[in-house]
């Protein structure tokens, strides 16, 4: 047994690529974990900096307090 190598460890764990959904193992000798490739991670973070994941919401008691001169002037136009 050589100095760098390191004994094995337990089986990696078969996950689905949340990006395209081939199986991908999730362990530390996947540099892309959770997803299977660096196309897919990037993708997954091209889509968060988008915004293009949203939780939607139900507007609370405090989106109701904005005074009707207010709301009408958030839709002037600025000059």
Request: proline share 14%; glycine share 8%.
């Amino acid at each position: 047994m050589s100095v760098n190598s390191r004994p094995p460890g337990p089986a990696a764990r078969i996950v689905s690529c949340p990006g395209c959904g081939a199986p991908t193992p999730y362990s530390a000798d996947n540099p892309w974990r959770p997803f299977c490739s660096e196309r897919c991670r990037n993708g997954d973070l091209g889509a968060w900096s988008s915004e293009s994941y949203r939780v939607v919401a139900k507007p609370t008691e405090a989106d109701d307090d904005i005074p009707e001169e207010a709301a009408a002037r958030q839709g002037a136009p600025r000059h």
